[in-house]
């Protein structure tokens, strides 16, 4: 079993950054790929970054993409998520993800991948 615990949220005026961060701990060795999912206020949880594990290839959400940053460290079993820019329609509960044995590079935003979740962190950006 994986365990994943997310911090970092918080309230940001538009414009402002956070930056996120999800510790894994468990059964670890055979992770893939980890994620970022968010699930805006009344809204299905939706994808938002990914990051294979192996070689860092990283991949976003075209509403993301050239503001939010996904890294990991391998050694600290953490992935990150570094969000400039912050507009209020990425107000949402974030979401880490993390899927074993197979990054399945084709389905990343597919929700039903990732088998491991964390409990989410609040992010509200205000106008």
């Known amino acids: 079993q994986v365990q994943l615990v997310e911090s970092g949220g918080g309230l940001v005026q538009a414009g402002g950054s956070l930056s996120l961060s999800c510790a894994a701990s468990?059964?670890?060795?055979?992770?893939?790929?980890m994620a970022w999912f968010r699930q805006p206020p009344g809204k299905e949880r939706e994808f938002v970054a990914a990051?294979?594990?192996?070689?860092?290839?990283?991949h976003y959400a075209d509403s993301v993409k050239g503001r939010f940053t996904i890294s990991r460290d391998n050694a600290k079993n953490a992935v990150y998520l570094q969000m400039n820019s912050l507009k209020p329609e990425d107000t949402a509960v974030y979401y880490c993800?993390?899927?074993?044995?197979?990054?399945?590079?084709?389905?990343?935003?597919?929700?039903?991948?990732?088998?491991?979740w964390g409990q989410g962190t609040q992010v509200t950006v205000s106008s």
């Open positions: 468990g059964r670890t060795a055979s992770t893939a790929v």
């Open positions: 993800a993390c899927k074993l044995n197979g990054d399945m590079w084709n389905r990343l935003a597919d929700i039903n991948i990732y088998p491991h």
């Open positions: 990051i294979r594990w192996s070689d860092g290839n990283t």
